[in-house]
């Protein structure tokens, strides 16, 4: 026995060196950084195993495949899935055991510090409905030539390895054409990762509309006592806030001890210096969104139970969105840089509203002056294309996307998610999927335009 310890800590040994060699060339770290590396990897395979398979349906197999799009290493973790409770647990090689839980209508929360809270929120599932998309489920508009062109550019896709997982037009406010990969259905719940921020955006948009009189004094934050009182709600917005934030996707960075490794989100960036006049220069930041994240939370009650009605019966319930989950951290905070999951269909119900200058079914939901705010470039010194939360086609020297419309504005998150608005031709265009290569945005959506 004691020489198979031996031999079993010498194994572990040397995988150890080995990972410590490879690191800086094949998993793109420093060697100093491989103990908040094996951290963040645990933190990053349980949050996002327990949400592949609680919310959108994926086995092991491909949870772990997505994991290892973004390093090799991951496929050295051990996932253990608990369904009974619906928990799951990563380790590397036996070290920095880390779990994530799932809660229905919550999503899944790293169990990271004392979430006990989060146990006594209760949602209501939103009704279904049979009426015509989008108000119902209902889809009878498809029009065949649409529909092939988007079949011929999904399969076009995944055999070139860009693994497309659903594509959706919206024309003139009807679902024209959708199409999806084996396992993925019109109810499939998929990460939007940075298209959050733009959701976050509408939430301020929507608390606005329904509360013009919300509170927008200064400092935005009690714990902003310093020269940080000078940042607006718009210098967040706009990521022109001054702020200093890592958001290099790195072990031992910002963004990923807020996403795998914090209790509080919106705790990170609320104790940034301010290192930039605000308004002055863009900067992306997840960090900023999660404190617009917990700007709202704060003016919706404060506490998990009412932050969460708020997003239920403001913008879920209103729209129809059945198939979505927006996932908070363990403070009860949502996570609006990254956590969240929808179906194609409710995504484009989101690019939709925007669309329709935030009316829908007859009500104003944003506020129209709102939603043209949101469209116009910021006034920083370095790029302009950037508005509230949304990335602009125009505003700069050259187009994002020369092949699309100028007025064209979008939702864009991480492998490739997008949500394309374009007013000057009535459309939405809906691409999700886990591509580590970039994708053709402008010459495969200028094909599914009018």
Not at 100 to 120: E, K, M, Q, V, W
Not at 327 to 350: K, M, P, T
Not at 375 to 389: A, F, H, L, M, V
Request: proline residues 5%; aromatic residues 10%; charged residues 20%.
């Amino acid at each position: 026995m004691k020489k198979f310890i031996l031999t079993l800590l010498a194994i572990i040994a040397g995988l150890l060196i080995l990972l410590s060699l490879l690191a800086p060339s094949l998993l793109g770290f420093s060697v100093t950084q491989l103990g908040n590396a094996v951290r963040v990897s645990t933190g990053m395979g349980a949050k996002l195993a327990c949400s592949g398979r609680y919310l959108s349906g994926f086995n092991h197999t491909r949870n772990l495949d997505d994991l290892a799009s973004y390093s090799p290493a991951y496929r050295l973790l051990d996932l253990v899935y608990d369904d009974e409770v619906k928990r799951v647990t990563a380790t590397l090689m036996g070290m920095a055991e880390t779990s994530a839980t799932y809660r229905p209508g919550l999503g899944c929360t790293l169990d990271i510090g004392d979430t006990s809270a989060l146990n006594a929120v209760t949602t209501t599932p939103i009704a279904d409905s049979s009426a015509a998309w989008p108000l119902g489920n209902s889809v009878a508009n498809i029009v065949p030539n649409q529909q092939q062109r988007l079949e011929e550019i999904l399969q076009k896709d995944n055999r070139a390895g860009l693994n497309s997982r659903a594509l959706l037009v919206v024309q003139d406010g009807k679902l024209v054409a959708e199409a999806y990969d084996e396992g993925i259905s019109p109810e499939t719940p998929l990460l939007g990762w940075s298209m959050g921020k733009s959701l976050t955006a509408m939430m301020i948009g929507r608390l606005q509309t329904i509360n013009p009189q919300v509170d927008m004094s200064q400092p935005l934050f009690p714990q902003w006592n310093d020269d940080r009182r000078n940042i607006s709600l718009e210098n967040l917005l706009q990521m022109s806030s001054g702020l200093e934030f890592d958001e290099t996707y790195a072990p031992g960075s910002d963004a990923t001890k807020m996403l795998f490794r914090a209790h509080s989100a919106s705790d990170i960036a609320l104790q940034s210096p301010l290192t930039k006049v605000p308004g002055e220069y863009f900067s992306y930041s997840s960090g900023t969104t999660n404190l617009l994240s917990r700007w709202i939370y704060d003016r919706v009650g404060a506490t998990p139970q009412t932050n969460v009605d708020f997003f239920y019966q403001q913008i879920l319930s209103p729209l129809g969105m059945r198939h979505t989950t927006f996932e908070v951290d363990g403070s009860g905070v949502f996570v609006g840089s990254s956590y969240i999951y929808a179906s194609a269909r409710d995504w484009a119900r989101l690019g939709l509203l925007m669309l329709q200058n935030g009316e829908w079914n007859g009500e104003q939901l944003l506020n129209p002056d709102w939603v043209t705010d949101t469209q116009k470039p910021n006034q920083s010194e370095n790029d302009p294309r950037y508005g509230y939360q949304f990335w602009l086609n125009s505003g700069g020297n050259e187009l994002r996307y020369p092949e699309l419309p100028e007025d064209s504005y979008f939702m864009l998150g991480n492998r490739e998610q997008i949500v394309m608005i374009s007013p000057s031709t009535n459309t939405v265009i809906v691409r999700l999927g886990w591509s580590k290569k970039t994708y053709p945005t402008g010459r495969n959506f200028a094909q599914l335009l009018p």
